[in-house]
């Protein structure tokens, strides 16, 4: 077992983990630590295929962004009191059962597969994802900036609310 | 520079998007900011002629403007001027700033242009992204309105739940072809369909799909975001995000899952069956108009995605010409709904009760509209529906045009009960004076009716070059 | 144990992915829920960036930057329409957002 | 000449047609307008049968009507013998008669013009089934006939009763129009020929035997029963006096109940062709006969009387032809027309001057209505078959021809019946004619407008029968060599004259001499009295089936209808509302039941097509 | 000129709705305008009608290529006996709504917007152009009852529409079933006729179709529609449904059914006949017990309308020329009572049989038209009515005797009823409730007269017409002769 393996079962086991945590913990701070340490993680494994732009990115977007804004909206629902929701409503049971089905329709469908790939292939420069980005993907490249742009001006206009 | 034509409408949008927010952000907070719908529709009016004028032809093999977009393209940039229109005078009606709104919708519409042209999986994905985020953005517009603000929020995790499966789905699919390129994936998916992965793919994407052209059961949130939304971005949603959803479903599923077209044939002949039926049975107890649109264009999606289902030239065309007759219909009926909510603030049957008596050409507008959308000719929707299900039928699929065709006699039952309510009813909640609608809304109003009749009429306007667009398709 | 394949990437992320669905059922907490949402996309992003590696098909990763920016950007809005309601409602248990049924 | 014979029945269409339209504006002139067209329709026929007498045989003729696809081809046509020119005669004569005695019966009615077109078309429409070649064009005119009838007896539709009777009329007769018309189509389908002189020779030719036959022959006659009041469909006569006595003389005499003895004459070969079916016929004759006679003695109506009285000798005609007495049936149709139209002309009479139907409130009117009372005298005289009335003769030609065929049952029922005859219509002469006057009902001779009619009539009855002979003969050339001939018989004349004899003694002894009390007689046979006075509990078991069969039966089927067909539509209505009410549930508004129905539907979907996918591995 | 019949009432529905709205007495004139002009261009083409086999006057232009769909008109016999009687009873029609109601803009625009589909129906060469005018005429019903109608109005507007969309729905599978059945894709109707369908798929299909057309035909036990809708519907729309809607159906079997599925029709039609028994005589048995007088009309529709079913179902040429005949003479008849049950509910406001009486003395006209209507309704001699039904006996007697002589019984039925119902309106003693009511006026007895005049006509000389409907039903017998 070589250390890139040992690192994605460590990974692994740590990702799953929390990602339990996120979705079980009744403290909505919890949750969003786990989503940090689900990230990161994530991250971790994406550096085992030698991804290593794409887990800067995550850990960019994820930790720095998207925990930031999770954050900043439970502080603005002001909701320190009662962050502790209940974590889960009466669907959990039935909720819990079809995701365990599922997973393990798709978990059981994909180890059953013929490993095909039996080594990671490519590793990619960040300057060859940025030609990639700057060249065929220049036209979704451009649009996402329309797209963020868009998601600002809404998000900042639905969250002033009405002030008249 | 040739190698950008082909995205000039697509630019022309972009330009409008700056203009609206430079423009916003220059001129008084008060009434002379409706140019800013002006400059809107101009933009769009503008795109619509550059898609017409344009010839086929591609940017890059990821990017194709070619008969199907041409027609999608136009339907959507269509329903953007129309439902301009139809917001024109919403100012006053939401005390909301508008700058923004213009500039969601713009980007919305955006989207589904890209939707209709794209040829690869990322660029696909952003245009969704692009056509979906802003429509939920303006569901929730009117945050103060509860139903507005809770629409948006169910819109957009579902939304968000949807994508992250069709997302699923594709990375499933792409780590069993390592495409992204439609064309590509097609080839690399060829003999493959017994491969459970590739199946489970597939199944994920057809969830995404099936959220964003609402089919049961991944249809839920379609009736509280319409009912919550305003009505104009309703009538968006229900017309150019169904068009946009579709040409989706179209070039993936047609395009690059040909090869799995049993596979999903299948699938989505149940859920056709299934969307319809539930569609309309839920529609009968309803009794808020827009609810009810909402209900009843769950059903008609039931029946569109039988095009789909059919999956041959005949099909797929007949999808497109229904998408086409679906427009001006579905449009005119929610251009009567805002102006009755307009003058009454109500959407509920109840305040529909005489109209035909009040103001007998919204009357007759909305009569018209409710008919062809179930199918009655000369309207049309007849000619749609008897198209779509003639190819369907063409198929083998009797029993499911036999569903439809039930269906159809079914879903004019809740028709008929609005009808009952404009026509029959003595008035009650609507002023003596008629209902005043404003010139944009009258043009809307004149537009879609025109519409109505020139499809049900002469279906050859659109037929013919669905029919050429598929074919080259193919 | 064999050396790392696809497979076992994909396996993981179906793991998480299916967490994420377990998530967005059971969270009541709007936040906690987006945030469920977030790890689904975290699934798809690793989905994307270990395919592109062993497939070496570097279309891929680009997949995975814009999953992850769309991501943020879904959270943005998500967070956005959170505070919109909770400004509304001073609440932000979504089983209770109820007013449009039926 | 013969080929103008259109022109008869087209006449008194014409005068309807347009007394109907000009309506009031005519009411003065109506009766004259039509009475004339009827005039030159009896010249016509008389010139026709003088030229027959001259000539007999069967001229035809034939307008192209419809032609469809399927080898079928109608024609209106007209058929012209001795039969029918004969029959022509009589009803065009009777026709006048009545329609002259009506202009005074009816003078004071402002509704004239009505009344006039409504005979005229009557009158239209029997000439017409008379002259008819073909069996649709004959059931044509048959309805007509029974159309104008309803018209007639409803014609005072304020009283509810008159309306009733019309409507009974109308129905009952139609019910043995359903079999006649179901025997038309048969004998189509069998034979592919509606022509009467075709049929006559296919059957001849024996295309059309046993069973079949027999079908055919009874499915007519029972148009013929209905039309002509036979047993069992005889209810409707006697109410159908409901209408203005001239009516009645007409329906009674020369149209509606001739209708059925005439379709049986005229299409006599083919019941000649089923020997079973003459025997039913005789045997209806006869019981009819019988029966009507029998209620008529009880009556209290003077009309009701004159009525069970036609019934009864309706019976007779028919009896006559079953036995095969072809000419005898007829002649006796001829004589009745006369003798009958006269004493219902003669009730009229007697009504218009009192004011009253019933007998028992009228008496002693010989004193104050002379030639009324003559007249009733003669037509009772010719009725009871006294020589040498008309009736004699007629009734002595019936008689010998059932003693021909050799039954003996009937010709005692004849015989019976012959006295019950002479009883009843001189219990009637007695109690109106020669008792004492009724309290304010003296009465008062009838103007000449309709006394003269009555005296022609009478004049008829009275002479008719001396060209027994003759007229039988010329009859009888219609069916050419096939007529059987009665012999001379001596003694079946004796034993009617003798019963007729006992009937007048009887009904003098009881209502002129008032030795014997009709009252006890009454009581001493109070069954049979009851039995006759509800006329057999006919009219009553027909109420019965009616009133609680059919139409308790139809309400059944409109509850159904309304509750189970009907029901059916609206339950799935309701199943669909319910659905939707249901389905309703499903949008339960929760985010949570959203998602998870997403999952669920993901997970659904995987597993089937997963497992079809296997299955149709698995498949060989 | 086909076009011009079917352009001329939507062109005076367009008219009537551009009018001024404070104009009430407009819309009518622009209606009667329209209808005559449109009886005009019916007779003009009735006398240039050349009597030939096959249809005439055919203009066809391609609509949608692609899918074989062409815009094609003519007419054959069958077809001119029928676009005749729809003119006949819209003209007459707008005649007996004179002194109507509110609302006139809309309720003769819809009017004539319904008698487009009906004359479409009967011109059309094109199976799609059939369907489509086919609902065209069945939905503006739905306002037309339900605006306008009397009693559960909105209830039977309702179901009447449902229903007949239903059947309609059946009609659509079979239409695409023969469009998709064999070689060849094309809706145009000599094309679909030049296929040979298997007997298999004849068998299939013909029950399919006769379901989805016999529905608008009252084919029990699908019938329930039509007493509810015709009870409820205002005069002239009774008129015109039962008057000619209803042949719609009759006519679609004939067309559609019979001439492209022979042997399917001659596999089914002797099960089919039985129905059309109980059709009948059910629908007579129904009808005795009847108290509103809209109801009784309306069952002995149902009952006249298995005649014609039954005329269909032996496919004897001589039957089939009386239903078409029949379809012509009850149209007219049942028109007529119509527009007397209407005239006489706007004098006396009820149709409750037993509240009315006596009616003759006020309104002998109107009593007359009656007794004629009814008359002809027992299939009394010299009106139309008897010539349809004999034909129809006489067909029936010589395929199925048994049946033909159940059906004779119908008559008998009928007569009870109709009589019964003569008897209780319009005769009896006078009520002191009812005077001061008036006869028909002129336009009424216009109305009337043309009705009685026609049902006159065709009765004494049914060669009239029936020369014309044997160009149909020659062909289709030789058709079915040749069958095996």
Redesign the interface.
């Known amino acids: 077992m070589t250390a890139t393996a040992v690192g994605f079962y460590l990974l692994s086991a740590v990702a799953v983990a929390a990602a339990v945590m996120l979705v079980a913990s009744r403290n909505v701070w919890h949750a969003v630590l786990a989503l940090a340490v689900v990230s990161l993680a994530v991250a971790g494994l994406m550096l085992t295929v030698s991804a290593e732009f794409l887990a800067f990115v995550l850990v960019l977007v994820y930790v720095g962004a998207v925990v930031v804004l999770a954050v900043f909206a439970i502080l603005l629902t002001g909701n320190f009191g009662r962050s502790a929701l209940p974590s889960s409503n009466e669907l959990t049971v039935l909720a819990g059962l079809t995701s365990l089905a599922l997973t393990a329709l798709v978990a059981g469908v994909l180890l059953s597969r013929p490993a095909a790939t039996a080594a990671a292939a490519g590793q990619f420069t960040v300057r060859q994802l940025g030609e990639l980005l700057l060249g065929p993907f220049v036209l979704p490249f451009e649009l996402v900036s329309v797209l963020l742009l868009a998601a600002l001006i809404g998000a900042i206009v639905i969250a002033r609310g009405q002030e008249d | 520079m040739t190698a950008w034509l082909p995205l000039l409408p697509e630019f022309i949008i972009v330009a409008c998007l700056g203009a609206v927010l430079l423009a916003d952000l220059l001129l008084p907070r008060d009434r002379s900011r409706r140019v800013l719908a002006g400059v809107a529709l101009a933009g769009t009016l503008l795109a619509l002629v550059a898609v017409a004028a344009l010839p086929d032809g591609s940017f890059g093999g990821v990017y194709a403007a070619d008969g199907v977009a041409r027609l999608v393209k136009i339907l959507v940039l269509a329903a953007l001027g129309l439902v301009v229109l139809s917001a024109w005078t919403w100012d006053q009606t939401w005390k909301r700033p508008m700058g923004e709104f213009w500039f969601l919708l713009l980007s919305a519409g955006l989207g589904m242009m890209v939707l209709a042209s794209g040829q690869e999986l990322i660029t696909l994905y952003i245009g969704l992204e692009l056509a979906t985020v802003p429509m939920v953005l303006l569901t929730a517009y009117c945050p103060a309105d509860r139903k507005s603000a809770e629409g948006g929020l169910k819109f957009l995790i579902l939304a968000a739940v949807g994508s992250g499966v069709l997302l699923f789905g594709l990375s499933l699919l792409y780590a069993a072809a390592g495409a992204t390129r439609l064309a590509d994936l097609a080839q690399a998916l060829v003999g493959r369909s017994l491969e459970p992965m590739v199946v489970i793919g597939l199944l994920c994407v057809l969830v995404g799909l099936g959220f964003k052209v609402a089919l049961v059961p991944f249809h839920l949130w379609v009736p509280d975001a319409y009912e919550g939304a305003p009505t104009p971005v309703t009538a968006f949603l229900s017309v150019a995000s169904k068009t946009a959803g579709f040409v989706l479903a179209l070039r993936l599923l047609a395009g690059a899952f040909a090869a799995l077209s049993r596979e999903w044939g299948m699938v989505l002949a149940v859920l056709a069956a299934a969307t319809m039926t539930l569609g309309n049975f839920a529609a009968i107890p309803q009794t808020n108009l827009k609810r009810l649109l909402a209900y009843s264009s769950v059903a008609q999606a039931g029946y569109l995605i039988m095009g789909l289902v059919a999956g041959d030239t005949l099909g797929l065309s007949a999808l497109l010409y229904y998408l086409a007759a679906y427009l001006p219909t579905n449009l005119a009926a929610f251009a009567v709904v805002i102006a009755i909510e307009q003058a009454s603030g109500s959407t509920d049957l109840a305040a529909y009760a005489g109209l035909a008596q009040r103001s007998p050409r919204l009357g007759l507008v909305l009569m018209l509209a409710l008919l062809s959308l179930a199918g009655i000719p000369p309207l049309a929707g007849f000619t749609a529906k008897f198209y779509l299900f003639t190819a369907v039928f063409g198929q083998g699929y009797v029993w499911l045009v036999v569903l439809a065709v039930l269906n159809s006699a079914l879903s004019l039952y809740y028709y008929l009960r609005v009808i009952r309510a404009v026509y029959i009813q003595p008035p009650e909640r609507l002023p003596a004076t008629g209902v005043a609608v404003a010139w944009p809304l009258a043009l809307v109003l004149t537009a879609t009716l025109i519409g109505i009749l020139l499809l049900g009429v002469f279906p050859g306007l659109v037929v013919e070059s669905a029919r050429q667009a598929v074919q080259h398709l193919l | 144990?064999?050396?790392?394949?696809?497979?076992?990437?994909?396996?993981?992320?179906?793991?998480?992915?299916?967490?994420?669905?377990?998530?967005?059922?059971?969270?009541?907490?709007?936040?906690?829920?987006?945030?469920?949402?977030?790890?689904?996309?975290?699934?798809?992003?690793?989905?994307?960036?270990?395919?592109?590696?062993?497939?070496?098909?570097?279309?891929?990763?680009?997949?995975?930057?814009?999953?992850?920016?769309?991501?943020?950007?879904?959270?943005?809005?998500?967070?956005?329409?959170?505070?919109?309601?909770?400004?509304?409602?001073q609440d932000?248990?979504?089983?209770r957002?109820?007013?449009?049924?039926? | 000449m013969i080929a103008n014979a259109w022109i008869i029945p087209l006449l008194p269409l014409l005068a309807a047609a347009v007394v109907a339209l000009l309506g009031r504006r005519v009411t003065r002139l109506a009766g004259g307008l039509t009475a004339s067209a009827v005039f030159f329709s009896l010249v016509i026929s008389l010139k026709l049968l003088i030229l027959l007498l001259a000539n007999p045989r069967v001229n035809q003729m034939t307008w192209p009507w419809l032609q469809s696809a399927g080898q079928l081809a109608l024609e209106a046509g007209l058929l012209v013998d001795p039969l029918s020119a004969m029959m022509l005669v009589i009803v065009s004569f009777v026709s006048l008669m009545i329609q002259v005695y009506s202009l005074g019966y009816m003078s004071d009615d402002p509704d004239r013009p009505r009344y006039f077109a409504y005979l005229s078309l009557f009158t239209f429409s029997m000439l017409g089934l008379v002259l008819a070649n073909n069996l649709v064009l004959m059931y044509m005119f048959w309805e007509l006939v029974g159309l104008c009838s309803y018209l007639l007896i409803g014609f005072w539709y304020q009283k509810p009763e008159a309306a009733n009777a019309g409507k009974k009329a109308f129905i009952v007769t139609r019910f043995g129009d359903l079999g006649f018309l179901i025997g038309i189509l048969l004998i189509g389908h069998l034979l592919n020929t509606f022509n009467i002189a075709e049929l006559g020779q296919a059957v001849q030719a024996g295309k059309l035997t046993g069973g079949l036959a027999t079908t055919v022959a009874l499915l007519l006659f029972a148009g013929a029963v209905g039309k002509s009041a036979q047993f069992p469909l005889h209810i409707w006569l006697p109410d159908a006096m409901e209408g203005p006595t001239p009516v009645s003389a007409l329906i009674h005499a020369a149209t509606m109940v001739a209708a059925g003895v005439f379709m049986v004459a005229r299409l006599f070969p083919l019941f000649t062709a089923s020997p079973d079916a003459l025997t039913v016929i005789s045997y209806i004759g006869g019981g009819t006969a019988f029966l009507a006679a029998t209620m008529a003695c009880v009556q209290n109506d003077i009309k009701r009387i004159l009525a069970y009285s036609t019934v009864s000798q309706l019976g007779y005609m028919m009896l006559a032809l079953g036995c095969g007495g072809y000419t005898a049936g007829i002649f006796h149709l001829l004589t009745h027309g006369a003798f009958k139209a006269l004493l219902f002309l003669a009730a009229g009479s007697v009504i218009h001057a009192v004011h009253t139907n019933r007998i028992w409130d009228m008496g002693g009117l010989g004193r104050t209505m002379k030639i009324t009372s003559l007249v009733t005298l003669v037509g009772a005289l010719a009725l009871a078959g006294v020589f040498p009335f008309a009736g004699f003769f007629s009734k002595d030609a019936v008689l010998l021809a059932v003693a021909h065929s050799g039954r003996l049952d009937l010709l005692v029922i004849g015989l019976l019946t012959a006295l019950i005859t002479s009883f009843y219509i001189f219990r009637l002469f007695f109690t109106v004619f020669t008792q004492r006057p009724a309290a304010g009902k003296s009465g008062h001779e009838s103007p000449l407008v309709m006394t003269l009619p009555m005296l022609l009539l009478a004049l008829i009855s009275t002479v008719l029968g001396f060209w027994a002979e003759p007229i039988q003969q010329f009859l009888g050339q219609s069916l050419g060599a096939a007529a059987a001939e009665a012999g001379h018989d001596r003694l079946i004349p004796l034993l009617a004259f003798i019963a007729a004899c006992f009937g007048f003694g009887w009904a003098y002894l009881v209502y002129y001499q008032r030795a014997v009390s009709a009252a006890l007689l009454a009581r001493r046979f109070s069954w049979l009295y009851e039995l006759l006075v509800n006329q057999y509990y006919i009219d009553a078991a027909y109420q019965w089936l009616v009133r609680r069969l059919l139409f308790a039966f139809s309400r059944v089927l409109a509850w159904f209808d309304r509750n189970v067909v009907d029901g059916a539509v609206n339950g799935v209505a309701w199943l669909c509302r319910q659905t939707g009410s249901l389905l309703r549930l499903v949008q339960v508004g929760r985010l949570s039941a959203y998602l998870l129905a997403l999952v669920l539907g993901l997970l659904i979907m995987a597993v089937t097509v997963l497992l079809t996918q296997s299955a149709v591995l698995a498949l060989p | 000129m086909l076009s011009l019949i079917l352009a001329i009432p939507f062109a005076a529905a367009l008219v009537i709705m551009f009018l001024p709205r404070e104009r009430v007495t407009w819309p009518r004139w622009v209606a009667l305008a329209g209808t005559l002009v449109g009886l005009a261009a019916t007779l003009s083409v009735w006398f240039r009608f050349q009597l030939t086999q096959g249809f005439q006057f055919l203009e066809t232009a391609p609509l949608l290529p692609s899918l074989g769909i062409s815009y094609s008109l003519a007419l054959d016999g069958m077809g001119l006996a029928m676009i005749l009687l729809t003119a006949i009873i819209i003209f007459t029609g707008v005649l007996a709504s004179w002194d109507h109601l509110e609302r006139p803009q809309e309720f003769f625009a819809m009017l004539l917007v319904l008698v487009t589909g009906v004359f479409g129906v009967f011109m059309a060469r094109d199976l799609f152009l059939f369907f489509l005018f086919y609902e065209l005429a069945v939905l503006p019903m739905y306002l037309l009852i339900g605006i306008w109608g009397t009693g559960r109005k909105e209830y039977s507007a309702m179901k009447l529409t449902l229903y007949l969309l239903v059947g309609s729905a059946l009609m659509l599978v079979g239409l695409l079933a023969l469009y998709f059945s064999g070689e060849g894709r094309s809706f145009y109707l000599p094309d679909i006729a030049a296929k040979a369908f298997t007997p298999g798929f004849q068998k299939l299909f013909f029950p399919v179709l006769f379901l989805g057309f016999g529905t608008l035909a009252g084919f029990w036990p699908f019938h329930t529609w039509s007493p509810d809708g015709h009870a409820s519907a205002p005069t002239a729309v009774s008129m015109l449904h039962a008057g000619v809607l209803m042949k719609l159906g009759a006519f679609g079997i004939l067309r559609i059914g019979v001439e492209l599925l022979p042997q399917g029709a001659q596999f089914w039609a002797p099960w089919l006949g039985l129905f059309t028994l109980v059709n009948i005589v059910y629908g007579s048995l129904v009808a005795m017990a009847q108290t509103d007088l809209k109801y009784v009309v309306a069952y002995s529709s149902v009952s006249h309308m298995g005649i014609v079913l039954l005329g269909i179902c032996t496919l004897h040429p001589v039957a089939l020329n009386g239903a078409v005949l029949q379809m012509f003479s009850h149209g007219i008849m049942t028109g007529l009572f119509f527009a007397l049950v209407g005239m006489v509910y706007g004098r006396t406001h009820t149709r409750i049989i037993p509240d009315m009486g006596g009616l003759a003395k006020q309104m002998p006209f109107l009593a007359v038209a009656f007794t004629v209507g009814g008359l002809v309704s027992l299939g009394l001699p010299g009106f139309s009515g008897f010539v349809a039904e004999l034909l129809v006996f006489m067909g029936a007697f010589r395929v199925h005797p048994v049946y033909a002589a159940i059906a004779v019984t119908g008559i008998l039925f009928t007569a009870i009823y109709v009589l019964r119902v003569v008897q209780k309106i319009f005769f009896g003693p006078v009520r002191e409730s009812f005077h001061g009511l008036t006869d028909a006026n002129g336009v009424e007895k216009t109305c009337l007269a043309i009705l009685m005049l026609v049902m006159l006509g065709v009765g004494v000389y049914p060669a009239s017409l029936l020369r014309v409907i044997n160009l149909t039903v020659e062909p289709l017998t030789a058709l079915l002769r040749s069958l095996p």
């Open positions: 144990m064999g050396a790392l394949s696809l497979e076992h990437y994909l396996v993981v992320s179906s793991l998480l992915f299916g967490l994420g669905l377990f998530g967005v059922i059971t969270r009541r907490h709007a936040v906690a829920l987006l945030l469920s949402v977030e790890l689904i996309m975290l699934a798809v992003a690793l989905n994307f960036t270990a395919a592109a590696c062993f497939l070496g098909h570097a279309a891929g990763q680009v997949f995975a930057i814009f999953v992850i920016t769309v991501a943020a950007a879904e959270a943005a809005v998500g967070l956005a329409v959170v505070i919109a309601i909770y400004r509304t409602q932000a248990d979504l089983d957002l109820t007013v449009l049924k039926g």
